[in-house]
């Protein structure tokens, strides 16, 4: 069986009032969703219709998300309580095309029949949802209290992994295909059935044989989470060790419930004492001494990107830990967590994920579009383009309707630079370009910053500069922030020339086709620039910066980025973007306050015997202060 989502129609839900249908077809799909567009209504969509099993239709919770009434219902803000909110889902089996729907609604808040009740407790349990708050939240407590995280663990965690063997209950009754989240729960109503003695109804007979079952359950269930943990614990640090080549292992470190303990010799609490896991991090550098290895509050010693690692690999065990069902979908649904990292270490993530999208129906939503162009070129990389779909999301800014719009668009996966090759091959030339100039500017806007590739609008709108003004910036400001000699001279003459629509009276002419190809030959020099973000000062605001080379030696000179810092590589060389930093430690007396990073050059390569290209001279290393040591 091979389920996945064929469609997800949404009214009257969060940001979507009218119907708004969202079609994966059965593919995994990477969103790009401006902000107010309505990407993470999409991604709260999918967990509420999910977790919808968890619900009882009779309940008011199961339909508060539905009711006007209520105070915490997810209805669009521009509906009428007269007008009906809903989720509909369509699964489909990709190997015998078997379909089933699932509706969420005030009249439908839960899977009606037992076989689609079934399949849904499957599909809950066998997916995965995270988001940055959720990562953040690992690490949120502060340094005078444990980063204790088992509230967590029950509430995101638990509910979607099985116990392994299930368990019995204390009537004989054997619970099969149960998570931990139903195990904890039924632990604790069990104290209500308990015997208690009849001169002191608030103690219990601890040799009933209830008492004794239930003291016996209670060791199980520690041995079982603390098994569970043991499994996390190794897989997340295997991902630290091998895919970030991290010195760190986190650490999981389980206190065991315990029930009815003793107050005085002859007094007992009676009470369920809740376990506690306390998330630490143990550094594993044979550098460092073993009494000063042990890490308790990982937020006052790791920056963010490191946290949000250690973060994305213990959930992402968690995923690896779970029952794979075969006759139910499985989900892996991912709401911008990378926004605090660094662009190698999204790099390895993306691996990491991309790896997981072959056992599960993965969605990435992200606001970043530097970040969606990352992962499209990464699927690319890793052969995958014919099981994803990507899409663009946006508010449509020429709705006349009273209230925000959505405008969908499917984002054409195949490389346009390889289409505009294939319609050469054919000699459809118009062809050719209209694929050119779709690849031109898609490799522009990839490869400037926002402030060269954006402009506003007459009326106020952000907007992506024409393809003159585009070529503009890449020749001249952008070429300069990078000490680069313009590669692609000719781009302005080839889009006057060919790549404007209707600009050449002969199409036909053999000088026409010899111009396309000059044309061809210059692009595919563009093609050959990749751009990394080494550092977004938006959210690394904090780091240190060294100067390094060995003609420097005992010479001193740090600093922090202003601005972000770039490279990119051309030619089989690197270039450093020329950004403007501020001295914060130097032993060079003439060296301080602001200045561009290429005035610095500059200023020291007197001393250098050979000077050296800025690529050369500048060792990119993160200096974090608290650990005093230097991080790629």
Aim: net charge neutral.
């Amino acid at each position: 069986m091979n389920w996945r989502i064929e469609s997800l129609k949404i009214e009257n839900f969060k940001f979507f009032k009218e119907e708004f249908i969202f079609s994966p077809q059965g593919k995994n799909v990477l969103l790009y969703g401006e902000n107010g567009s309505g990407k993470s209504s999409i991604y709260w969509s999918l967990f509420t219709i999910i977790q919808s099993v968890l619900k009882q239709p009779t309940l008011d919770d199961a339909r508060k998300y539905f009711d006007a009434n209520n105070s915490q219902h997810l209805r669009n803000r521009y509906s009428t309580p007269v007008e009906d909110s809903r989720l509909l889902m369509i699964f489909k089996d990709f190997d015998s095309n078997a379909t089933r729907d699932c509706e969420d609604s005030f009249a439908n808040a839960n899977a009606t029949s037992s076989a689609l009740k079934d399949f849904m407790q499957k599909a809950f349990m066998a997916s995965d949802f995270i988001n940055y708050k959720f990562l953040s939240s690992l690490f949120e407590k502060r340094n005078s209290v444990d980063n204790e995280v088992f509230e967590i663990f029950n509430r995101e965690i638990f509910p979607i992994l099985s116990v392994m063997g299930g368990f019995t209950d204390l009537d004989g009754v054997f619970r099969n295909s149960v998570s931990f989240k139903e195990w904890w729960d039924y632990i604790l109503s069990l104290p209500a059935t308990l015997e208690r003695n009849e001169k002191n109804k608030s103690t219990f007979k601890q040799k009933n044989a209830r008492y004794i079952a239930f003291q016996e359950m209670i060791g199980k269930f520690n041995h079982a989470v603390k098994t569970l943990l043991q499994e996390i614990e190794i897989k997340t640090n295997n991902t630290l060790h091998d895919v970030y080549d991290f010195e760190i292992d986190v650490v999981l470190d389980y206190k065991p419930c315990q029930f009815n303990l003793r107050t005085s010799p002859r007094h007992y609490d009676g009470e369920v004492h809740i376990p506690q896991i306390i998330l630490k991090a143990q550094l594993t550098s044979p550098n460092i001494p073993n009494n000063n290895r042990e890490i308790l509050h990982p937020r006052s010693f790791f920056n963010e990107a490191k946290l949000t690692c250690m973060g994305i690999a213990l959930r992402l065990a968690i995923s690896d830990t779970k029952t794979n069902w075969v006759d139910s979908i499985k989900m892996l649904v991912l709401d911008d967590i990378l926004i605090s990292l660094d662009m190698g270490n999204r790099i390895k993530i993306i691996e990491e994920i991309l790896k997981h999208s072959d056992r599960f129906q993965t969605f990435i939503f992200t606001h970043d579009r530097a970040f969606f162009h990352l992962v499209l070129n990464e699927i690319k990389k890793s052969n995958k383009i014919s099981s994803w779909k990507a899409l663009n999301l946006y508010e449509d800014p020429l709705s006349n309707k009273p209230y925000p719009q959505p405008l969908l668009k499917e984002y054409n996966l195949i490389d346009p630079f390889e289409e505009a090759k294939r319609h050469y091959s054919h000699c459809d030339f118009a062809a050719c370009l209209n694929s050119l100039r779709r690849y031109c500017e898609r490799k522009l806007i990839e490869i400037l910053p926002s402030h060269l590739s954006l402009e506003i609008g007459s009326t106020g709108e952000t907007k992506y500069k024409m393809l003159g003004a585009l070529i503009t910036s890449f020749s001249g400001a952008f070429c300069q922030r990078f000490g680069l000699v313009n590669p692609c001279p000719n781009l302005e003459l080839y889009k006057d020339r060919l790549l404007n629509p209707f600009s050449h009276d002969n199409i036909s002419s053999p000088i026409y086709r010899n111009e396309v190809k000059a044309l061809m030959q210059e692009l595919d020099i563009l093609n050959g620039i990749q751009k990394y973000t080494i550092d977004d000062v938006k959210r690394f605001n904090s780091r240190e910066y060294k100067l390094a080379h060995p003609s420097l030696s005992g010479t001193i000179i740090e600093f922090n980025m202003l601005e972000n810092f770039e490279r990119i590589k051309f030619g089989g060389q690197f270039y450093f973007s020329n950004s403007k930093i501020q001295i914060t430690n130097t032993s060079i007396a003439t060296l301080n306050g602001e200045m561009l990073l290429y005035d610095l050059y500059s200023s020291v390569t007197d001393s250098i015997t050979s000077p050296p290209r800025l690529s050369e001279l500048i060792e990119i290393k993160l200096w974090h202060k608290t650990l005093d040591e230097c991080w790629h």
